[in-house]
């Protein structure tokens, strides 16, 4: 890793800070304002990837995929009217949208990962394309050029969900990347990269933030700045209580666990890059960029024992339960290994003499449901399983929330909150950030708030 030595700031803007040329217009002037920022990393303007993912995965006729088509060209050139329809800009963006009209008919679209990936790439190189030309239109000069990503990001060829080649990331931005930003603002892309054949990749979920993070640690640094629609990290989604708090700072490992445990603000990769290669990370508005935001960085000046409660629904929970497992050696491997070969990632676990219960995260619009089903088919062969559904995640984040001091409450605070709640699951004490349990969907909301109520009123 090199020393972080520069004072260069990477800025990335979501989709609704890039959904129209006014969006466009607040983030450029953001960028304008603060001469450090010299990368930005743009996601597809808001409601572009949803059309795109609809071209990608629906039986659609050749009228309706012209029809989905027609919605984006829509929405590009709303922005390049605003524009001013710039010559350059405007041929870009059509010669663009003619090599996506060839892929949304290719026959194989449908089935193939590796189509749909070079399909879900184009959202973000018409944004960034045009989130240049409109810095360059406020600042009245050519400040700005947008640079194709793929150049730099270096991925393995697990379509959908790529792994980043680390190494060969930090060699091509050296080259390329590295001498533009000099002179140039330079726009590129999120959560798209390339593989050792030329194929263009997508990191999956979150993989614009996590795109992010990799050219903040590749380009060493100083900052990475996340603007969004909400003013930094609360206390709790602010949509579930109006006495959610906004954070000022937090340290890497309570913003993890926030990420893992669904805060939506922020994905838990996006965090890796930035631990590894200590880049501080500000989340804020693009909506109100003078109003603060949060800071996430390894060192803080404050750690309370409890610094927000976090909720992740969709949880489906399985109990598995056999004799066998009493004094035997073997089993929780044999019981991993069915998980791993179904790709399931396992959050919560907790253990008895003759059963495992643990949950699995069920967002909806994934395949999970019958990975799942798969994994339980396997797993009944040896023993028996229970699965349970409409499950939530509660996790309630701070610093040694394991211990109760009697000044702060520790755990038994925590749960003195819940007498009257009944709790499916809870795991206390494998980590000193966190305490979680699970509990019915249509009660976590309620519970929530009360445990928000009870650990931060005044």
């Known amino acids: 890793m090199s020393p972080i030595n520069s004072s260069t700031i990477v800025a990335k803007f979501g989709g609704t800070s890039v959904a129209n040329f006014e969006a466009m217009s607040r983030c450029a002037q953001i960028i304008l304002n603060n001469p450090e920022i010299r990368l930005v990393v743009v996601s597809a303007s808001a409601g572009v990837t949803n059309l795109l993912v609809k071209l990608g995965n629906e039986v659609l006729s050749a009228n309706e995929k012209e029809s989905v088509l027609q919605q984006i060209r829509n929405i590009q050139n709303s922005i390049l009217n605003d524009l001013g329809r710039p010559v350059k800009a405007q041929d870009v963006i059509s010669q663009l949208i003619e090599q996506l009209a060839e892929i949304a008919l290719h026959p194989l679209l449908i089935t193939s990962t590796k189509l749909k990936d070079e399909l879900l790439s184009f959202g973000e190189r018409m944004s960034s394309v045009l989130f240049a030309e409109v ?183 399985l109990t598995v339960k056999s004799p066998e497992m009493l004094h035997a050696t073997g089993f929780l491997a044999r019981v991993f290994a069915i998980l791993a070969k179904h790709k399931l990632s396992v959050d919560l676990i907790t253990t008895s003499e003759i059963s495992v219960a643990l949950t699995i995260d069920n967002p909806a619009n994934t395949p999970i449901a019958g990975l799942v089903a798969a994994c339980v088919k396997d797993l ?79």
């Open 380 to 458: 009944s062969s040896f023993c028996d399983v229970n699965v349970e559904s409409e499950l939530a995640l509660v996790a309630v984040i701070g610093n040694h929330v394991e211990h109760n001091d009697g000044k702060q409450g520790g755990a038994g605070r925590i749960f003195s909150s819940l007498e009257d709640d009944q709790l499916r699951l809870i795991c206390h004490g494998a980590s000193e950030h966190n305490v979680c349990f699970l509990v019915k969907q249509e009660n976590a909301k309620d519970i929530v708030r009360q445990i928000h109520d009870d650990l931060f009123s005044v």
């Open 135 to 317: 810095i360059n239109k406020i600042s009245g000069q050519a400040s700005a050029v947008a640079f194709d990503g793929r150049q730099v990001l270096k991925t393995d060829s697990s379509f959908a969900k790529a792994e980043p080649q680390l190494e060969a990331t930090r060699k091509q931005a050296n080259s390329l990347l590295k001498p533009l930003l000099k002179n140039k603002v330079v726009i590129t892309q999120g959560f798209i990269g390339q593989d050792n054949f030329g194929n263009t990749t997508t990191l999956g979920r979150g993989g614009s933030d996590y795109s992010a993070a990799l050219f903040a640690e590749a380009v060493d640094a100083f900052a990475l700045q996340i603007w969004t629609d909400v003013t930094g990290i609360y206390t709790t989604d602010p949509r579930i209580t109006d006495k959610a708090r906004p954070i000022k700072e937090i340290s890497f490992d309570e913003a993890a666990e926030m990420a893992t445990f669904g805060a939506k603000i922020l994905h838990p990769a996006t965090l890796i890059p930035a631990i590894r290669s200590g880049v501080k990370v500000f989340v804020g508005s693009s909506l109100e960029p003078d109003a603060g935001g949060t800071w996430i960085s390894k060192e803080v000046d404050y750690r309370p024992a409890y610094r927000a409660v976090a909720l992740r629904n969709e949880q489906t929970l």
